[in-house]
């Protein structure tokens, strides 16, 4: 498993990292061995977040601090990550001082720990008053109970914003990145491209400012084909494609998922890739992906067969 320190920090991090958003009707035994599988595969980042679970707030963080109990020692052996920011009822968005304290107060209870190691905004707020988001991270830092501060699928207007008012660095960015949904990547390939879909700029040159700026980002949906309308992996939608990852999957005697995640870790950003299944065979498949050294030609090759152009 690849680790680096991620920057702006002192926190080592693994660049597969286990989310927990579907944990919330698992049995204790059953969050326990997806945990202990993704710890025995080198994952050691786990990400959370107030709003995942049915009903009120917290509920699959609790759910994890219930079926893991974790002792002191074992705590610092994680890197624990939650975002907060979005209000289910609505729902609406919400990062002022109140809310982003009572969340994160709520998380540390929930959790059952002393403090977090990032905090992160949940996608961007309309509404945003950078002055209230730079006074909660500044009460959360000087106590001691948030290590590191990020966002989550924010322009680089919206991170400037923040920034001019906030303290701390920007550490994370959490961002919608797989194959087959890639416009953080295809665009700058096929840019200067009249009447090419592929070559309109939907986010203002997120991956590139994220990497002038030392901000890590955090692929989510890794195997998802769009907008949350099934994974691609195996689906007959995207035959050419899985024809590829089969190939390669094949020749480097690993699971098609590790393939897919390996075209986001070869990428030199140097991104983390966060997992959403809560299948243990799936996560222990996809781990092998972490440092798995996809050729250019291969990189490539997968892109084009995902149906990007390469000019």
Not at 180 to 185: E, K, M
Not at 242 to 249: G, P, S
């Amino acid at each position: 498993m690849k680790t680096f320190t991620l920057p702006g920090t002192d926190i080592t991090a693994s660049n597969i990292v286990l989310g927990l958003m579907r944990i919330q009707d698992k049995t204790d035994e059953e969050v326990r061995t997806l945990v202990s599988t993704a710890r025995d595969a080198g994952i050691t980042f786990l990400d959370h977040a107030d709003i995942y679970g049915a009903g009120a707030q917290h509920g699959c963080e609790r759910r994890f601090a219930e079926a893991l109990k974790l002792s002191s020692s074992e705590r610092e052996q994680w890197v624990i990550q939650t975002k907060a920011g979005i209000v289910k009822d609505g729902p609406y968005f919400d990062f002022s001082y109140e809310h982003l304290i009572r969340s994160a107060e709520g998380s540390l209870e929930a959790l059952g720990t002393d403090y977090l190691d990032v905090f992160l905004l949940h996608r961007p707020d309309a509404l945003v008053e950078p002055e209230e988001v730079a006074r909660a991270f500044d009460e959360l830092h000087a106590s001691g109970k948030v290590r590191a501060f990020g966002v989550s699928n924010q322009t680089p207007g919206q991170i400037e914003l923040l920034k001019k008012h906030v303290n701390q660095p920007i550490v994370a960015n959490q961002l919608q990145l797989s194959v087959t949904h890639a416009p953080i990547v295809a665009q700058g390939v096929a840019a200067n491209m009249q009447g090419l879909d592929q070559s309109i700029g939907r986010d203002y040159g997120i991956l590139d400012y994220c990497r002038l700026n030392d901000i890590t980002v955090q692929a989510w949906s890794p195997f998802q084909a769009q907008f949350f309308d099934g994974p691609f992996l195996g689906s007959d939608r995207y035959p050419e494609l899985n024809a590829v990852v089969d190939r390669l999957a094949a020749q480097y005697d690993v699971q098609p998922e590790a393939i897919a995640v390996a075209w986001i870790t070869r990428h030199p950003a140097n991104m983390q890739v966060v997992l959403g299944t809560t299948t243990p065979a799936r996560v222990e498949a996809a781990a092998l992906g972490s440092d798995l050294p996809l050729t250019r030609a291969e990189w490539y090759e997968l892109f084009r067969a995902a149906g990007h152009v390469v000019p």
